[in-house]
């Protein structure tokens, strides 16, 4: 650290302890406080005023407006929390590298962990509980406690972006890479694959917010709520997150359009088991024809999806049976479940719904496996064959 640094520091942590150190300029005869004395020296450093005197700092897809006041408030924020010289340590190693480290999170509701737990579940994507999402300062100073309190969890992918200050906003210095966003939507595809216990877990938002080190008032790309219900296991064992990872290797060796076609039939099938009701049940039909039919097929649509499901789920008979006249019985019913406005009353009906749950999830995480079959070709063969 510099005689400036150093300064810069003694007069944080003055201001800390509420000591103001008031000082007489030697050349003006005025008195001047710490706070003057601190501002005076920020504006003095050419490489604190051009990144945060009345400039836009970057932070992944978009841009907040910075001056050196909000700088001077986010090193008092660092000092209460660490001291003086850590606070300025912090903003001399932001603005002597080129790069910036971002957390880019999808932040998720509903689902629990073990405290302090985190896993990885690929391509640097991690599953975190609430207390170690790694942006502390953004969690506590910026985020509603109303949304805030709700978070049990969430995916975490970090990165490291071009730091970048510029005069205005009009444009992005550097190009953002979307694929980051794309891995946590993989990861949250592959948490609604994992064997389902009943909960629900909502996605709240993505965020991509700075690190903790990283002088900023802004994290960016906030998505307000837009509640989506997806699967997952109440409790996150290894055995669930050892699933989740092997989907999600697979899930991210698709290309489009086999992505997207694999994508929408999971999204049906997680809102069939959280939503329940008519809703369910039209979601479970409509992940079944995502599965088993084409477009074009739209006769004998219950015979289709319940032979399909039999060959393509079971080699042994006495099984391939069952599922076919299961998958059949289950498409009907909720099929008259939606024309009435109403479930079936009848027991067995309904376990009935949650039994052709399972075989659509075993369905979709073997297609993983093989990829998209020609189902005519698995008819004729008889389950035996599958042409691509």
Known sequence: MTSTDHEIAALLDALRSGEDDWQTNPDTGIPHSAGIRLHSLLVRDQAIREAFDDRYQWHGRGCSRVSLKMLRDWLSKVTTEKGGEAAVSALRRYLEHETQQLHVVMLLAGARTEPGSEFALGNGVRLVSQERLPFERFRRNWFPSSVSSSISCGLVRTVEVPRAHTKTADSAPYNWDFSHEKNLEIARLSLAMCRIDGAKIAQIGTIVAPDDDVPSYGAQAITRPNIQHLLIDRNFMDGEIARASTIFSRLSNLREPHLQTTKLPIEKLSLAYNEGGVRGAEALRTALELIFLTDNEVTEMSYRLGLRAALFLSDDLTSRQKIFKDVKQSYSVCSKSVHRGMLPSKPAE?????????????????????????????????GNRFTF
């Open 350 to 382: 309904l376990k009935l719904i949650s039994e052709t749950l399972e075989l659509a999830r075993q369905a979709l995480i073997r297609l993983l496996d093989v990829g998209s079959p020609s189902w005519h070709c698995v008819e004729l063969s008889g």
